[in-house]
């Protein structure tokens, strides 16, 4: 190729990404009124991160093990704003010293596939201090009986400092994927070997932008008198499974990768980092979840918003409200609502020189999509 004829391909490509850009913030008026989020579940006292609903419309959450106040990992919420710990007391009730291998020990995530199966992610990393005796692992749990299936160890595969974040199911194609919020990376587990590795670490896709600010109401956020970051956090698969989309917690670009590439275990690392896309700059959101049409909905931490792209990947704001804290964890109901949780960490005593700032239950709230 030519200078001339280069020049004039680079040209294009740069006006494509602008072009590509300017798209995202079209829309800034939201689709629905503050008053179509509808408050579901809260707890005053125990700080709660994920959320998951099953196809019968049993709703779950789980508390991980951040502080002293603390009393289960996993519940099954109830009727009356009541919980029951799931799937029994006995796995609720790890204390030092017991084994972490049949208990929870610090739970972070809940996710149930579109086969119904509930899966508890468990980085048994209790007040984020490290592993407790090589325990981060990934549990499916049968919904008709509620009895665990199968226990799968990510023993080796992260190390002692890790903490596992989120997960994704193509249950399927028989491959779970986990984001790997410390160390940054993916996490595959074959769910028929229960062989498990982890990809991309080191990568800029989940790696945190040391540049950006985190910022909410006005506020710096800082952790421990540092500011805040935060690695490959948010996951979601596209609805046919060709895609797993994923990013860091701070850092408002969006990334994604075609499965077959992740599951391609001859691709050498750097072929496998040469596939992974930037969809372009978006917001900084915690999870994210997509519904059967193919639009994918996050959070906006920094305006209290909740965000949806379209499959054209255009970003319009869907929702706004001040109760929106920190908005955490995605599940969609099989009748159209989007459930969404609020941890509301940056109102955390380490975020906040030692001082609580929270000033409302932590909370789980459903929008009927439109």
Known sequence: MNMKK????VTLWLAFAACKKATLKQSTTPLLPSSALE??????????TGVAISKEGRLFTNYPLWS??????????????????????TMNSWTPGDSGLNKWVCVQAVYVDPGNTLWVVDPASPKQNGVYMSSQKLVSINLSNNTVQRTYSLAGVTDN??????????????????TNSSEGGIIIVDLNTGHARQVLQGNYSVTA???YILSIDGQQ????GA?????????????????LYYKPLTDKELYRIETTSLLDTTLPSTVLAARVEDLGTYTTTDGMEFDRQGNLYLGDLEQHRIMKIDPSLKMSVLLQDDRLIWPDSYSISSDGYLY?????????PDFNGGTSKRTSPYAIYRIKLP
Do not use: C, M, W
Not at 6 to 9: K, N, S, T
Not at 39 to 48: E, M
């Open 6 to 9: 280069l020049g004039l391909a």
């Open 39 to 48: 408050a579901v579940f809260s707890d005053n006292t125990y700080q709660l």
């Open 68 to 89: 002293d106040t603390y009393k289960y990992a996993v519940v099954e919420i109830q009727t009356g704003n009541q919980v029951q710990p799931y799937p029994n007391t």
């Open 161 to 178: 400092q890790s903490y596992i974040n989120d997960v994704r199911v193509d249950a399927s194609g028989g491959h779970a994927y986990l």
């Open 209 to 211: 932008d040391e540049t």
């Open 221 to 224: 956020v800082n952790k421990s």
């Open 227 to 243: 500011p805040f970051t935060g690695n490959s956090d948010g996951i979601a698969l596209s609805p046919d499974g060709a895609y």
């Open 340 to 348: 969404l949780s609020t941890s509301q960490i940056n109102k955390q």
